[in-house]
């Protein structure tokens, strides 16, 4: 039904095009063809776009849900690699050699809260921010807890957070209102001495999901 809607505003085009043709002064016809010519592609994407626009609509929301979940995604030259690709680019120190801050990093992400923002009601919009801590598989294995530390924006009860769980790469979640450093002290497994890292937090609408 919608794409016999459809035909009847490309078939009033077609016939305005064609008795534009027959009126308009000899001199000035190759103009017009020209335009119309231009204006082809354009007009054919865009009923294109409206006939197909459930299917698009669904490819996007399959594409989203995928970069959200940290999974990896390609479309011709662009690509988005999954969080274990990531990892498998940062050097290993192999199982017995010392973890140094070559072979660790942190990684982060934001997007706006509207729930918060709603909530606080002060002028301000909140974002939920994310960090984990991205290595290979056998350093993320040696890694014993995170401890994080934010910024004395944050109440004190708030400022020092541990995190052990290895199944979610040692997340950290909170909310934010602006830009701000977070510092990660990594204790290891068969390490003296941790390892500290930081990372600065910018703030994004909609980042991925790690």
Known sequence: MKRRYLAIPIL??????SVAVLIVPADRVTMLVNLITGLA???????????????????ATVIVTRVHGGAAFQLGGFSVGSLPEQAARIPSPGVTGPVSLENIALL?????????????????TYYQFEVIVIAPDD????????RYELEKAWPEH??????????TRFKLK?????TSIVTAR???????QPLLLNRFIDLRPDGPRL
Do not use: C, Y
């Open 12 to 17: 009033i085009a077609g016939l305005l095009a």
């Open 41 to 59: 592609w354009p007009l054919a994407l865009l009923i294109m776009a409206l006939v197909f626009w459930p299917q698009l609509q669904d490819i």
């Open 108 to 124: 982060h992400t934001s997007f706006i809260r509207p729930d918060k923002t709603r909530e606080f009601d002060d002028g301000r």
């Open 139 to 146: 350093v993320l294995r040696r890694v014993v807890s995170v």
């Open 158 to 167: 708030l400022r020092v957070r541990t995190v052990a769980d290895r199944a």
């Open 174 to 178: 909170e909310l934010a209102n602006g």
């Open 186 to 192: 990594i204790d290891l497994r068969g390490q003296d």
